[in-house]
């Protein structure tokens, strides 16, 4: 009798949890992988992003007031993308440089990178900004933490070293998410162009940074969640968490690579670029912030600034 009802609340326990990992696992498909109703805005009382939003909401009003083309591309999986192309004040035809800037999850180009297109304009510089697959005006249901992304890298790099008929010097810059996506694609087949890559607060693997947003986001229990949610990815969207990662893209790179994060990062942890900057086997610089997440160039312009202009001359001479 008494194993009986062992067996019996064994049973109600282990369905019990079951329960829970399928229904925490769709919760979390849907608000994590799945297109988000809405991205970050610009504006937030939460602090210390505050301090600057002002400033934020100065610069992506001046980009859109510069009257920047939208442009689109089809993905390798057929989907349109969209991107925002702001060429060099004096005429794409007569700028050495362009740069490519991937934002972040769930959030657009105008927040990401609000004064970071400006300083680059200012530079003389072309700027692309395209809207990641799943976010704002590109296509796509399901974004995948830079497992697909890397391929859209990959396909603006080319679609921006056409734009500008292969004679300048190309980069390319990403920020959370983007930056992830940014690394990965370094193994990907990038134009020759391409000098160099700035990735700002990136992740070294989808599957840990996942597994780190189900704990502190959503205070779930992310063991059997995880491979319940993962199943989920390969049949409805079909990637797998584990699937690709930055430290295998950066193991081959041969492409300079400055890494920049904040110490105070409470989003993406810290560690995680230490650990991308030491897979790295190209030449390399790190930028340590006091910042928290996403936020180091306005709120350290001038260490960030010089950091870019040291990287520059260090891949290309004085750029």
């Not at 992003?49 to 992506?60: E, F, N, P, Q, T």
């Not at 734009?163 to 010097?169: D, L």
């Amino acid at each position: 009798m008494v194993i009986k009802i062992f067996v019996v609340t064994g049973g109600f326990i282990g369905i019990g949890i079951l329960l829970y990992a399928i229904l925490s696992s769709v919760y979390l498909f849907k608000h994590t992988i799945m297109r988000p109703k809405r991205t970050y805005p610009i504006e937030t009382k939460k602090m210390p992003r505050a301090l600057y939003v002002d400033r934020m909401i100065k610069s992506a009003a001046w980009f859109s007031s510069q009257n920047p083309e939208l442009v689109t591309i089809r993905s390798y999986d057929g989907l349109k993308l969209s991107a925002y192309f702001l060429p060099a004040a004096e005429g794409e035809d007569h700028s050495r440089n362009s740069i490519l800037l991937m934002h972040g999850y769930h959030s657009s180009g105008l927040r990401d990178f609000a004064c970071i297109y400006e300083f680059f304009h200012n530079k003389g510089w072309n700027v692309l900004l395209p809207d990641e697959r799943a976010h704002g005006n590109s296509e796509g249901n399901y974004l995948t933490f830079g497992i697909r992304e890397r391929f859209d890298t990959r396909d603006w790099a080319r679609y921006l070293d056409k734009r500008v008929c292969g004679k300048q010097q190309l980069w390319i810059m990403g920020i959370s998410m983007g930056a992830s996506s940014v690394l990965m694609s370094l193994d990907e087949g990038l134009p020759a162009t391409v000098c160099g890559a700035i990735a700002d607060c990136g992740f070294t693997r989808p599957y840990e940074m996942i597994r780190c947003s189900i704990r502190r986001d959503y205070h779930l229990w992310s063991l059997p969640i995880m491979g319940i949610a993962n199943l989920f990815g390969r049949i409805i969207s079909g990637f797998d968490f584990k699937e690709y990662s930055v430290p295998e893209a950066l193991k081959y790179n041969r492409i300079p690579v400055l890494f920049v994060h904040g110490r105070k990062d409470d989003f993406v942890p810290f560690e995680m670029s230490k650990e991308n900057y030491a897979a790295c086997t190209a030449p390399k610089m790190f930028l340590e912030t006091n910042t928290v997440h996403a936020i180091s160039f306005v709120a350290e312009t001038e260490r960030y600034t010089a950091a870019i202009t040291e990287f520059l001359d260090t891949c290309c001479g004085s750029v």
